[in-house]
Structures are given as C-alpha cells and as structure tokens.
C-alpha cells in the first residue's frame, strides 16, 4: 500500500511543477515528480495543462486528508521510555 506523505508545488518562473514524497509498505520513502506545466497567462491552449495539474494536486489533497482521518497513531517505545512530556503507560 502506498501512503502519499507530502506534496509539493514549485512555482520557477512561469511553470507550476507538482511532485510528492510516497513511503510504500516497507516504509521506504520514494520521491516521485507527478507532472509540470506552464501557467497560462494568455495562451488558451495551455490552460488544460493547468488545470488537469491543479486536479492532480486535489486528488492528492483529498487522499491525504482521508489518509490522515482514518490513520492509526502509531506509539513508538523509543520516544516514550525518554520523554519527559509524555506521561501515558506504554502498550
């Protein structure tokens, strides 16, 4: 199952590009670049390009959000045996 953890935008210029950093089932983190496009001031033809990226970029907004919703906590006895501010018995 792949887990998208981050998203990001660059904005360089006049392009917009889209990339997002994925951790897989072996937690192992993969950075993959999604799409880049021009942002259309004028050119009509340009701006499919530019919303079929700003649809991307909601698709993973709202994938990210379920994800996050419907996440487990994950508790690690490594950061609560030595904490000082957590004060919860381990399970």
């Not at 951790?23 to 499919?48: A, C, M, N, W």
């Amino acid at each position: 199952e792949l887990v998208p953890l981050i998203q990001e935008q660059h904005f360089i210029g006049c392009e917009l590009h889209l990339n997002v950093l994925i951790r897989d089932s072996g937690d192992i983190h993969r950075y993959f670049h999604l799409k880049s496009t021009k942002i259309p001031f004028q050119p009509v033809e340009d701006v499919t390009e530019f919303v079929e990226t700003l649809l991307i970029l909601r698709n993973i907004l709202v994938v990210n959000m379920s994800l996050l919703f419907h996440a487990q906590v994950r508790r690690s006895r490594r950061h609560m045996e030595n904490s000082s501010t957590v004060f919860s018995d381990p399970e």
